[in-house]
């Protein structure tokens, strides 16, 4: 049942950022679609969490789990759309769901998750992965106008944030008697929290257009995050991240190529190679 759960969260993941691209096509800025996001996502889980008719299991470790996971997973994804908004979708998403390694190398550390062979040599392999990927990233065009720097900041500060609701989500699961729609409310509410204040003080309003591609990313995100945490009830974070995250990254490279019509270089293929070799090894047991 684990790996069904992970199926759908990667069906989920993978609409959420085919939209949220369109929206940018749109026009549509980073922050917008952000909020619209979160705030839809909020909404949502608070009718399932009402309907469901579960208790709340409310407890200071939940809170601050879901809430910490929030403003980090809000940041995180302003910074990845800035990214994908400036770089190619392919690579842009490729590189970003390496990410998994921040719940893998967390879970080692402080959850004593065993080292084993594949495990460091798949670690090894992405790592090699996403630095051929990058230098695919870089063309001359956008060393001369800026937009590689750009782009790696961008994915450097969304690849690093995006730890903090991953391992919240991880230990989340940890704590017994977990109700996963109350703690999904209390992190998209924190997230949406965060850019409305932000607009409030920059005194930007906020197109009712945005919330058509906010309302649909936000059901993709909603389901990708559910099925994660479900997922973590049965297969273990080196297992569940690692995989969630490969699914999408073939998906961005066929929709890079039928629907974007972007162009790949072949050193990039070398390192996506490389980055599912790294994911298959550590789904090894």
Known sequence: MGWIFLGLAIAG??????????????????????????VLASLYCLLFLIFSGQPLNLSAAVVL?????????????????????????????????????????FSIIFWQSPITTPIAAGIMGIILGIILISAAGSTTETRKTGLYLKWIIFLGASFFLTGIPQISQAAAVRLTALNIWFYLVLTFFSGAAVFMVYFFLKRVRIPGQVFYFGSLAAAGSVAGNFFTMKALTRLSEPVVFPVIQAGPIIAAVLLSLYLFKEKIRPLAYLGMVLGLSGILLLTMK
């Open 65 to 105: 789990l879901a809430v910490g996971g929030g403003i980090g997973g809000a940041l995180a994804y302003f910074f990845f759309l800035n990214a994908l908004r400036i770089g190619n979708y392919a690579l842009t998403i490729s590189i970003y769901t390496m990410t998994f390694l921040n719940p893998v190398v």
């Open 13 to 38: 993941f993978v609409a959420m950022n085919l939209v949220m691209k369109l929206g940018s096509l749109k026009g549509y800025s980073s922050p917008l679609l952000t909020t619209s996001l979160f």
